[in-house]
């Protein structure tokens, strides 16, 4: 039976607990989150960072202490994000300096909200280079369909190596939009041979992951993701709750949920 790997993206840089009081900001308050969450079933952790304040930070030291407290409680996989939100330029790969398994590369320039998702080529293949030379795996974050073509020419000039990991997100206001069409172009855009997890922002949320896994995928999901778990009743989330949801899918569709240990062969992690 087909093994379904199950991210959970706890936090993001963008939710704050005005929005969603579950949302978890304190090192301690995601690293509680994050267990809870691998106890239900998840194998990876898409972890960013907040400081004090409860901002953005690519501080290596918040993101080993919340690695290191997450080691003494559990074997989840750790990922963690140098995402264009976390901080500026070639800073946003400070984490990397801290150990994680794997690390989120986005292979591509796109629009957020109210900003630019930017990835310049330069800062893209420093990244990649910085997660080789640590050891740490990419997972490729794919906002548009270019960003897949990125990836396969990096691949090509050997700044990425195989097998590829891919995270296709979709519904991000200003990038590509979530339906079913746009998530089918998306995976027969991929190169053949790789892993891709499916991502779903917003209303898109619940349908897309379900689909993602009819269709071969792995799954994300979390309140970086969604603030809602039901629109048409106005139901907040927890991070438990959208797991909780999300292995019921993976198992009434036929499949069973990878365990930390499976996942991190099938992501070919040492």
């Avoid at 140098?82 to 989120?104: H, K, N």
């Avoid at 995976?187 to 922002?201: I, K, Y």
């Amino acid at each position: 039976m087909r093994k379904v790997i199950l991210t959970i993206a706890p936090t993001g840089n963008v939710p704050v607990k005005k929005e969603n009081a579950n949302v978890p900001v304190t090192p301690r308050e995601i690293v509680d989150d994050i267990v809870a969450c691998y106890e239900l079933g998840a194998s990876v952790a898409h972890i960013h960072a907040r400081d004090e304040h409860g901002l953005p930070t690519t501080n290596k030291n918040i993101f080993l202490q919340i690695k290191e407290q997450l080691a003494a409680r559990c074997d989840i996989i750790t990922q963690f994000s140098t995402g264009a939100r976390g901080g500026r330029d070639r800073e946003r790969g400070d984490c990397l300096e801290a150990g994680p398994e794997m690390a989120s590369l986005t292979t591509g320039s796109s629009n957020f909200t109210r900003g630019i998702n930017s990835n310049p080529p330069e800062l893209i293949e420093y990244l990649a280079r910085k997660m080789k030379d640590n050891g740490v795996v990419p997972e490729i974050e794919i906002f548009d369909v270019s960003m897949i073509a990125n990836a396969c020419y990096l691949l090509q000039k050997g700044i990425l190596i195989e097998p590829l990991n891919f995270n296709l997100v979709l519904n991000v206001p200003g990038s590509i939009p979530g339906s079913p069409k746009n998530l089918l172009h998306l995976v027969e855009s991929l190169p053949a041979g790789c892993n891709f997890s499916v991502t779903a922002v917003g209303r898109a949320h619940a349908d897309l992951i379900a689909m993602g896994i009819v269709m071969g995928a792995n799954i994300r999901v979390g309140l970086e993701d969604t603030l809602v778990y039901s629109y048409n009743e106005g139901i907040p989330a927890s991070n438990a709750m959208l797991v909780k949801r999300a292995v019921r899918l993976i198992r009434e569709l036929g499949r069973e949920v990878a365990d930390p240990e499976e996942a991190r062969n099938m992501l070919r992690i040492k």
